[in-house]
T-cell receptor, first 117, second 112 residues
Framework: AQKITQTQPGMFVQEKEAVTLDCTYD???????LFWYKQPSSGEMIFLIY??????QNATEGRYSLNFQKARKSANLVISASQLGDSAMYFCAMIPPPYFGNEKLTFGTGTRLTIIP | DTGVSQDPRHKITKRGQNVTFRCDPI?????LYWYRQTLGQGPEFLTY????????KSRLLSDRFSAERPKGSFSTLEIQRTEQGDSAMYLC??????????FGSGTRLTVV
């Protein structure tokens, strides 16, 4: 079974500062994928970044980067130069090996990020 | 942009009533997922379709829940005899590959 742990229920960050959201995971699979999603108050889950377990380099997407430490089973999200629009819930999620089958996501409990002007 | 659309966005119902939600996935996506998200939690998997076949159901999906995806296009999720514990956000997602996982905006159900 796969498990995602997010230990920060809420964070307050000054605008323009960088922020790191923590995520640790547990799985017995050798192949897996890790996602970060943003959920604003409107409810939709917005894809931010993806890291495959065999990817040697950390994933980056604009202001988002994923600090992937496989031995420690951590996949922290780093947001550089935070903006007011970054205020939202952030979820870390894991996907099982990419067979042609049920690629259901397992989510953590989320971190509520609030950016302070 | 023809993303995943869900209808209705909000539903308030009395305990014991039946409700049905609809999800229209991205047209070329053959896989469709339903998730449930309760307050303060991350989404939890409910069920999965590949084309019109329902291939997996979570233990969270009691006998009061049924999902269909006729002709492999849109999907419906019905909850019979709603209970207050059914109050949640119901999210639909579709995908063709792991990289193309797209969520809808969800249906927020409140059972009073």
């Amino acid at each position: 079974a796969q498990k995602i742990t997010q230990t920060q229920p809420g964070m307050f960050v000054q605008e323009k500062e960088a922020v790191t959201l923590d995520c640790t995971y547990d799985t017995s699979d050798q192949s897996y994928g890790l996602f970060w999603y943003k959920q604003p108050s409107s409810g939709e889950m917005i894809f931010l970044i993806y890291q495959g377990s065999y990817d040697e380099q950390n994933a980056t997407e604009g202001r988002y980067s994923l600090n992937f430490q496989k031995a420690r089973k951590s996949a922290n999200l780093v947001i550089s130069a935070s903006q007011l629009g970054d205020s939202a819930m952030y979820f870390c999620a894991m996907i099982p090996p990419p067979y042609f089958g049920n690629e259901k996501l397992t989510f953590g409990t989320g971190t509520r990020l609030t950016i302070i002007p | 942009d023809t993303g995943v659309s869900q209808d209705p966005r909000h539903k308030i119902t009395k305990r014991g009533q039946n409700v049905t939600f609809r999800c229209d996935p991205i047209s070329e996506h053959n896989r469709l997922y339903w998730y449930r998200q309760t307050l303060g939690q991350g989404p939890e998997f409910l069920t999965y379709f590949q084309n019109e076949a329902q291939l997996e159901k979570s233990r969270l999906l009691s006998d009061r829940f049924s999902a269909e995806r006729p002709k492999g296009s849109f999907s419906t999720l019905e909850i019979q005899r709603t209970e207050q514990g059914d109050s949640a956000m119901y999210l639909c997602a579709s995908t063709r590959t792991v990289y193309g996982y797209t969520f809808g905006s969800g249906t927020r159900l409140t059972v009073v």
